[in-house]
C-alpha cells in the first residue's frame, strides 16, 4: 500500500462518518450503551496510542528517554499548562535526556 | 446591513476565537510530527484540509510512524475509529445547522471536537448556529496554516529522536485525551487499553496492538462496567 492510497482511503472514511451523522434519523443513534461505548472507544484508541508510541520500538517494548517525557507531560497537563507547550517540553526533556546519557 | 449581535452571539464569538486559536497552533506539532513520520508535505496537507479532524490524523500518522507503510491498514482503521465520534457530533448538530444541501455540506466538513463543544455551551439557538460556523472556519483556516508551517519546519529537522520529537507525539495524544479523564468509567478504560496495547506489542504486527485495545471500550461500554456507582450518585439525571 503507497503513502497517497493511505491518505486517501483513511480521509474518505473520515469525510464519510461526518456526512453520515447528517443524514441517518437520530433514533438510530439514541442508545446510551451505543453513546457511552463510542466515547470510550475515542478514550481506549488514545491510550493505546500513548503507550505504543511511548513504549513500543517496532515489535519490541522499549523504556528510554520518551517515558519520562510522558511523566512530565502529564504533570503539566495537571497544571493546566497550554497544550502547545506541554508538547515542546515533553520533546525538550527526550531530547535533554538523550544528550546527557 | 447586518443586525445588531445579541450578547449570546457576541460570547459565541469569543469563545471561537480563543478555542480556535489554542487549537490552530497546534497545527504545528501534527505538520511537523506527519512530516518527521514519512508524509511529503502535500500528503500532510491532504489530511489537514480533506480529513480536517485531528484525533484521526494524529492516528494515522502515529502508526505509520512506528509501523511504516506495512501498518498502512492499521492506520487506516485507526483514523476512521477515532473519527466515529464525528458521527454523533453531526447528529448532535444536524437540527441546529438546518436545511439546504450546501450548508449541510459544509457543515459537514466542519464537524469536529471544537466546534460543536463550542456551539454546544452557547445558551441560545443563533449563538449555538454562531458558536458551530465560527469556530469551525477558524479553525479550519487556521488548523491548515499552521499544519504547512509545522510540515515545513519538520521538513527542516530531519531526525526525530534527536529533538525528543517522538516523545512529542505521545504528549500531544495526552493532550487530546486528558480532558476526557474525569470519570471513573474512562480512566479504567485508558489504562486498561494501554496494558492491553503495551502487553500486545511483541505479539502483534505494528498497528494492531492499537485496535485490539479498542475492544476494552466494547467490552466495558457494552456492560456498563465500572460506570454503575457514578450514575447512582447522579441520581440518574439522564
Not at chain 1, 438510530?28 to 520500538?57: C, K, S, Y
Not at chain 2, 513520520?37 to 512506528?66: C, E, H, K, P, R
Not at chain 2, 495524544?173 to 485508558?190: D, E, H, I, M, S
Request: some cysteine.
Amino acid at each position: 500500500m503507497n503513502a497517497w492510497t493511505v491518505i486517501i482511503t483513511a480521509s474518505v472514511i473520515c469525510l464519510a462518518l461526518k456526512v453520515s451523522g447528517y443524514l441517518i434519523p437520530a433514533r438510530a443513534f439514541e442508545h446510551p450503551t451505543v453513546a457511552r461505548t463510542a466515547n470510550l472507544l475515542t478514550v481506549a484508541l488514545l491510550a493505546a496510542l500513548i503507550a505504543v508510541q511511548t513504549l513500543g520500538a517496532g515489535q519490541a517494548v522499549q523504556v528510554d528517554a520518551r517515558l519520562p517525557a510522558l511523566v512530565v507531560a502529564a504533570g503539566l497537563y495537571a497544571l493546566r499548562v497550554p497544550f502547545v507547550v506541554v508538547v515542546i517540553a515533553a520533546a525538550g526533556v527526550a531530547a535533554l535526556i538523550r544528550a546527557v546519557t | 446591513m447586518a443586525r445588531a449581535r445579541s450578547p449570546e452571539e457576541s460570547a459565541a464569538l469569543r469563545a471561537a476565537w480563543a478555542v480556535g486559536l489554542a487549537t490552530a497552533v497546534y497545527g504545528v506539532s501534527f505538520g511537523a510530527l506527519a512530516v518527521l513520520s514519512g508524509l511529503d508535505i502535500w500528503q500532510t496537507m491532504f489530511l489537514s484540509l480533506v480529513m480536517f479532524t485531528g484525533g484521526s490524523q494524529f492516528a494515522l500518522i502515529g502508526v505509520l510512524a512506528s509501523g511504516g507503510l506495512a501498518a498502512g491498514g492499521a492506520a487506516i482503521t485507526s483514523a476512521a475509529l477515532l473519527g466515529t465520534r464525528n458521527v454523533f457530533y453531526a447528529i448532535r448538530m444536524s437540527p441546529v445547522i438546518g436545511p439546504g444541501f450546501l450548508r449541510r455540506a459544509a457543515a459537514a466538513h466542519l464537524t469536529i471536537d471544537e466546534s460543536v463543544a463550542v456551539s454546544a455551551a452557547q445558551p441560545t439557538p443563533a449563538a449555538q448556529r454562531l458558536g458551530f460556523w465560527a469556530t469551525g472556519i477558524l479553525i479550519y483556516l487556521g488548523w491548515n496554516l499552521t499544519t504547512l508551517i509545522g510540515a515545513l519546519i519538520g521538513d527542516l529537522i530531519g531526525d526525530v529522536s534527536a529533538y525528543g520529537l517522538d516523545a512529542a507525539a505521545a504528549a500531544a495524544f495526552l493532550g487530546l485525551l486528558w480532558p476526557r479523564l474525569k470519570a471513573r468509567q474512562t480512566q479504567a478504560v485508558a489504562v486498561a487499553a494501554a496494558v492491553v496495547a503495551t502487553l500486545l506489542t511483541p505479539v502483534l504486527v505494528p498497528g494492531l496492538p492499537v485496535l485490539v485495545a479498542g475492544a476494552v471500550a466494547v467490552v466495558v461500554g457494552g456492560f456498563d462496567l465500572f460506570g454503575t456507582s457514578r450514575k447512582r450518585a447522579e441520581g440518574g439525571a439522564a
